[in-house]
């Protein structure tokens, strides 16, 4: 069965073609990253414009070379993200149900980001290969989600950031140290060359599974307005603070519900340091899609929509974007 997938819940416009859940047929993202990075972060407004004038584009190419009649369902993300956003990619994926005669499949991005982890070129490669239950890690610029996933669809919330997200500290921080946007592969590059030296702090939140990283961002502000820190290393040490939180955090959780596995994903799971300490200290195996399934894409969507569509959850044409939504 060949789904296709639409994403537009923030600053990519994307569409894909996944046939049976895993096997990408084609995976279309248009970037709005140059457009935002002026403002050093992204604007609403902007963004929901910039998808009007992208979206068909680029279904148009995902679908070139398959035939309408061999795509069975039409999966799109509702929510959460910004509403102007969201609103493109549904009302566009329930013009094409209509018109083409097709069920609707609403998918929520954070289980999408999940979802990547089955796609054929994730480690998982084939949709057999995760195993329940699994401990899924989301960390994306909007949330650091540790949920416990039993079955498809059978979600149990364990805990979330109390405030920054990750990648939004990864972005709040690369402002402060005067780095590009978005601020997590720019962290990333310019602490390769320095050293983790520097005492940032880590909230542990003892006896909880939920994160907390703005208090590290503002240990990174002293330090670097007292001055005399080399850039690479005020971006090694504050990646290995959160790192250090985020692989301790998820492993003890690991071993504490004996899960068969560990399921990074979202756009902060695409950092090299982050996947390298996960696979050195994690008792279970690991799995995290390559880097460019990691970040908003529809492909993920697509794989997602497809165990929806097999557990016959599909949505009417009332479907409405859900900013805020959440996951289990
Ligand atoms: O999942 P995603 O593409 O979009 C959301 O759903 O938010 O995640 C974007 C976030 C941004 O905050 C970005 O800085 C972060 O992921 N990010 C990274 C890396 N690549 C993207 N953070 C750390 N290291 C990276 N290599
Ligand atoms: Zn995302």
Redesign the pocket.
């Known amino acids: 069965m060949k789904t296709l997938g639409i994403e537009t819940?923030?600053?990519?416009t994307a569409a894909a073609i996944v046939e049976d859940g895993s096997r990408i047929i084609s995976n279309v993202v248009a970037s709005q990253i140059d457009i935002h990075a002026r403002y050093g972060g992204v604007v609403p407004e902007v963004a929901s414009r910039q998808h009007l004038l992208t979206i068909i584009p680029v279904i148009n190419q995902a679908v070139t070379g398959v035939l309408w009649q061999d795509i069975s369902g039409i999966a799109v993300t509702f929510g959460p993200?910004l509403a102007g956003s969201l609103l493109v990619g549904v009302n566009v994926a329930k013009a094409i149900a209509l018109a083409r005669k097709l069920p609707l499949i609403a998918v929520n991005?954070?289980e999408g980001?999940i979802y990547a982890n089955w796609l054929n070129s994730s480690p998982a490669g084939k949709k057999d290969r995760v195993e329940f239950p699994c401990l899924c890690l989301i960390?994306?610029?909007?949330?650091s989600d540790l949920v416990m996933l039993k079955g498809h669809g059978q979600f149990k919330k364990l805990g979330r950031t109390l405030d920054d997200?990750?990648?939004?500290a990864?972005?709040k921080a690369?402002r402060i140290l005067g780095l590009g946007?978005?601020?997590?592969?720019?962290?990333?590059q310019a602490g390769r060359s320095g050293i983790p030296c520097l005492p940032l702090p880590r909230a542990w939140l003892k006896e909880t599974h939920d994160f907390s990283f703005s208090g590290l961002k503002t240990a990174l502000w002293h330090l670097v307005h007292k001055g005399e820190v080399s850039v690479a290393d005020a971006a090694a040490s504050f990646?290995l603070a959160?790192v250090d939180v985020l692989v301790t955090k998820t492993i003890e959780t690991a071993k504490q519900l004996k899960v068969e596995q560990i399921l990074l994903?979202?756009?902060?799971?695409?950092?090299?340091?982050?996947t390298q300490y996960f696979l050195a200290n994690s008792p279970v195996p690991v799995l995290v899609p390559p880097?460019h399934l990691?970040?908003?894409n529809a492909a993920m969507v697509a794989a997602c929509g497809y165990y929806h569509f097999e557990a016959g959850k599909l949505s009417g044409y009332d479907l409405d974007v859900v900013p805020s939504l959440s996951l289990g």
């Open positions: 819940s923030c600053d990519e993200g991005h954070l980001h960390v994306s610029g909007g949330h997200a990750a990648g939004e990864f972005d690369a946007y978005p601020g997590g592969p720019a962290i990333e990646q959160i994903s979202g756009g902060v799971a695409a950092n090299e340091t982050l880097p990691c970040t908003d």
